[in-house]
């Protein structure tokens, strides 16, 4: 089992930034995948970045160029940077982790955390 703990959500300003990280209870070299997906007001959850342990990263349309996702292996936790926030970035951010078991995969979630851009 992987418990994924979100931090760093918060309010700000249009323009500003935040960054948010997801600390594993587990080794994240043992993870095959780790990202941050998101769920505004009135959407349904979709990926903002994503980051395989291959190091390869994907990322949404909407984030590309304010948005970078790392890995702290040391620390075991994946970053989530954000820059240039826009009122459209308003969500819930939720880690998500992919792992690869000998008998099959399975998705991890953690509970979340608030980001609000505004005025």
């Known amino acids: 089992q992987v418990q994924l703990v979100e931090s760093g959500g918060g309010l700000v300003q249009p323009g500003g930034s935040l960054r948010l990280s997801c600390a594993s209870s587990?080794?994240?070299?043992?993870?095959?995948?780790l990202g941050w997906y998101r769920q505004g007001p009135g959407t349904v959850r979709r990926p903002v970045a994503t980051i395989r342990n291959t190091g390869g990263t994907d990322y949404a349309k909407s984030a590309e160029g304010r948005f970078t996702i790392t890995r702290d292996n040391a620390k075991n936790t994946a970053k989530l940077q954000m820059n240039s926030l826009k009122p459209e970035d308003t969500a819930v951010y939720f880690c998500?982790?992919?792992?690869?078991?000998?008998?099959?995969?399975?998705?991890?979630w953690g509970q979340g955390t608030q980001v609000t851009v505004s005025s």
């Open positions: 998500n982790a992919a792992v690869n078991y000998a008998s099959g995969s399975k998705t991890y």
């Open positions: 587990v080794d994240i070299k043992s993870i095959y995948q």
